[in-house]
């Protein structure tokens, strides 16, 4: 089994910082990619960042330039540092990991946490 254990959600006011972290735990045949997603009430769930094996980012173009992803392969450990927050951040972060399913990383398989929730007030 695997699991993922995010933390460091919170309330902020606007322009402050939070980081988010997420643990991958278990069986694991490797992590193709992580990244993190959020759902605001009354919207679709999105993705906010997301960061491969070979260390590529990616990042929505509303958090550019203000949130980072990093990873640390040896913990299992991905990371959402945000700065200058705004009041449109507040929502429920998920963490995702793509996990090889074996040993000849052919398959993957998707995986979330529970999420944690990031308010920001104006």
């Known amino acids: 089994q695997v699991q993922l254990v995010e933390s460091g959600g919170g309330l902020v006011q606007a322009g402050g910082s939070l980081r988010l972290s997420c643990v991958a735990s278990g069986t694991l045949f490797g992590i193709a990619s992580m990244g993190w997603y959020r759902q605001a009430p009354g919207k679709q769930r999105e993705l906010v960042a997301v960061i491969t094996s070979g260390g590529d980012t990616y990042n929505t173009d509303s958090v550019k330039g203000r949130f980072t992803i990093s990873r640390d392969n040896f913990k299992n450990t991905v990371y959402l540092q945000m700065n200058s927050l705004k009041p449109e951040d507040t929502a429920v972060y998920y963490c995702?990991?793509?996990?090889?399913?074996?040993?000849?990383?052919?398959?993957?398989?998707?995986?979330w946490g529970q999420g944690t929730q990031v308010t920001v007030s104006s």
């Open positions: 995702n990991a793509n996990l090889y399913t074996d040993s000849t990383k052919i398959r993957t398989h998707d995986y």
